[in-house]
C-alpha cells in the first residue's frame, strides 16, 4: 500500500542509513585483510574464505528471509537480519581461530538481506517510482563501502589492535537495531507461499561441498555437490513453491537480467579480495604494492566513490538512453577496467585507474538491474525478485571466490607461496571477457515490460 509521500521519503533516509552502516562493515574488513591472514596462519587462498562463507551463507539466508517477508512482513525479517548481523561481527572480533572466525563470517552473510528486503520496503511505499529510492540506497551502500575501506585500514594502523578494530563495526551495526525496530513501517502487501526447507537443505549441502572441494582441489567432493546441486535443481523444477524458482530463468523478459547478475556476482564480488591481497603483496619481486593497512584503505577509497557516482548518476543515464543501453554501458566500462589491470598494474596510479573504472560500472550495474527486475514482475513478487536477485549475485560470487582463490594458490612463484603475478593477470582478463558478455547478453533483453500486479 502506497504512504504519503513524506512518510515514504523518511523511509528512504532510514533505510539509507542502514545500508551506509551495512556498506561500511562490509568493507571495513578488506584492508585488514593480510593481517587476518597474518594472525591465523592462512595463505591467500585461504582468505578467500573470508568471503566465501559469507557469501555463501547469504546464498541461503536471502531466499529464506525474503519469502517469510513477502509473506508476514519485510520489516519483521529485517530485524531478524540486523540481529544476526550484530552477533556475527562481535564473534568475528573475538574469534579465537580461523574457523571461529569464519563462522562469524557465516552470521554476518545476514546483512546480504538487507537490500532485497529494503527494496522490497520502498516498493510497497513508492509503488513504480521506487527506482529513485532504490538508487538512493544504493549510492549509501556504495558510499558506506568507501568510508568503510578507508577507516578500517586507518583504524588498524592507528591502533595497531586487529581486535580493537573489528569491534567497531559490530558496535556500529548495534545502533542500527534502531532502524527496524522503531523508524520504518512494516509493509502491507502479503503474498501466500512457504519456504522450501528441502530447497534450503540441498542447496547448502550441494554448494558447500562443492565450494570446499574446489578449494581444497578435492575433485570427488565437488563432483559430489554438483551431484547435489543437480538433484536439488530436478526436485525445483517439479514443486510449486520452490526456495529458487528456476523457471524464472526461462522467461525472456528476466531472464537475461539474472544471468547478467549472476556473472556480476562472479565477477566483481568474487574479486572483491583481490585488490588488497595484491596491494599487501611485498612489491621487491617486480609486482604487488607493498601497501599497510592504511595505505590500502586509501587505495580503496577512490574506487568505492566511483561506484557511489556510478550509483548516482544511472538513474540520470537510464532515464536519457534507457535501461538497457545504461546497463551495456555499464558493463563495458567494467570490461575497460580489468582490461587496464591486466595491462598496467605496477603502480598505484596504473592500479588506480583499473579500479576506479571497475567499480564506477559497477555501480551502475547494481543500481539498475534490480530497478529493472522489479519493473518487469508483479508487486506481489517484489521480495522473492530481489532475494532472487540478491541470491544469483550472492551464490556466484561465493563461487567467484573460491574460485579465483584457487588460481591464486595454485599459480604461486617458483620456491615460494605467493601467487605469481600471471595468476592476478589471468584473473582480471577473465574478468574482461565475461563483462563484455554480460553486454551482449543486454542485446537479447526484450523492451516491454510485464503489467505491474
Avoid at 94 to 123: K, S
Avoid at 210 to 222: E, P, Q, R, T, Y
Avoid at 384 to 403: E, F, K, M, P, Q
Wanted: charged share 10%.
Amino acid at each position: 500500500m502506497l504512504v504519503s509521500a513524506r512518510q515514504a521519503h523518511r523511509t528512504v533516509r532510514y533505510l539509507a542509513v542502514l545500508e551506509f552502516a551495512n556498506g561500511l562493515d562490509q568493507s571495513w574488513l578488506l584492508p585488514a585483510l593480510p593481517a587476518i591472514g597474518e594472525r591465523y596462519g592462512v595463505d591467500a587462498g585461504g582468505l578467500s574464505w573470508a568471503i566465501s562463507a559469507n557469501l555463501l551463507a547469504s546464498a541461503l539466508y536471502v531466499p529464506i528471509l525474503t519469502k517469510l517477508g513477502d509473506r508476514y512482513g519485510h520489516r519483521g525479517m529485517l530485524r531478524i537480519a540486523v540481529a544476526m548481523a550484530t552477533i556475527g561481527l562481535i564473534v568475528v572480533a573475538v574469534a579465537p581461530n580461523y574457523e571461529v572466525f569464519l563462522a562469524g563470517r557465516v552470521l554476518v552473510g545476514a546483512m546480504t538481506t538487507f537490500l532485497p528486503l529494503n527494496f522490497a520496503m520502498i516498493r510497497d511505499t513508492s509503488g513504480r517510482s521506487s527506482g529513485a529510492g532504490i538508487g538512493v540506497i544504493v549510492a549509501s551502500l556504495t558510499f558506506g563501502s568507501a568510508v568503510g575501506g578507508l577507516l578500517g585500514g586507518a583504524t588498524l594502523t592507528w591502533t595497531g589492535d586487529l581486535t580493537v578494530t573489528l569491534w567497531v563495526p559490530a558496535v556500529l551495526m548495534a545502533l542500527c537495531l534502531i532502524i527496524p525496530f522503531r523508524l520504518v513501517p512494516e509493509t502491507t502487501t502479503r503474498a501466500l507461499g512457504r519456504v522450501d526447507w528441502l530447497g534450503v537443505l540441498l542447496i547448502g549441502a550441494g554448494m558447500g561441498a562443492f565450494l570446499l572441494g574446489v578449494s581444497k582441489k578435492d575433485w570427488g567432493l565437488a563432483l559430489a555437490g554438483l551431484v547435489v546441486m543437480l538433484a536439488w535443481a530436478w526436485y525445483a523444477l517439479r514443486i510449486p513453491e520452490p526456495l529458487i524458482d528456476l523457471r524464472r530463468l526461462g522467461r525472456r523478459h528476466t531472464a537475461p537480467l539474472l544471468i547478467v547478475t549472476g556473472l556480476m556476482g562472479f565477477v566483481l564480488l568474487g574479486q572483491n579480495a583481490l585488490r588488497s591481497i595484491y596491494a599487501g603483496l611485498p612489491d621487491d619481486h617486480g609486482y604487488g604494492l607493498g601497501l599497510s593497512a592504511a595505505q590500502i584503505g586509501l587505495l580503496l577509497f577512490p574506487s568505492s566513490c566511483a561506484a557511489s557516482l556510478g550509483s548516482a548518476i544511472t538513474a540520470r543515464l537510464a532515464g536519457r538512453l534507457g535501461d538497457r543501453s545504461a546497463l551495456a554501458i555499464g558493463a563495458l566500462i567494467i570490461a575497460a577496467g580489468y582490461l587496464q589491470l591486466a595491462l598496467a598494474h605496477g603502480s598505484v596510479p596504473a592500479f588506480l585507474i583499473g579500479t576506479c573504472l571497475e567499480w564506477l560500472g559497477s555501480g551502475i550495474v547494481f543500481a539498475i538491474i534490480p530497478s529493472m527486475l522489479l519493473k518487469r514482475s508483479p508487486a506481489t513478487e517484489a521480495g522473492v525478485t530481489s532475494g532472487l536477485y540478491n541470491l544469483l549475485r550472492s551464490a556466484a560470487a561465493s563461487v567467484g571466490a573460491t574460485v579465483f582463490g584457487v588460481i591464486l594458490s595454485t599459480v604461486v612463484m617458483a620456491g615460494g607461496a605467493l601467487p605469481a603475478e600471471s595468476a592476478f593477470v589471468t584473473v582480471w582478463l577473465i574478468g574482461a571477457a565475461l563483462m563484455v558478455a554480460c553486454a551482449l547478453l543486454v542485446a537479447v533483453l526484450r523492451k516491454e515490460e510485464p503489467c505491474e500486479s
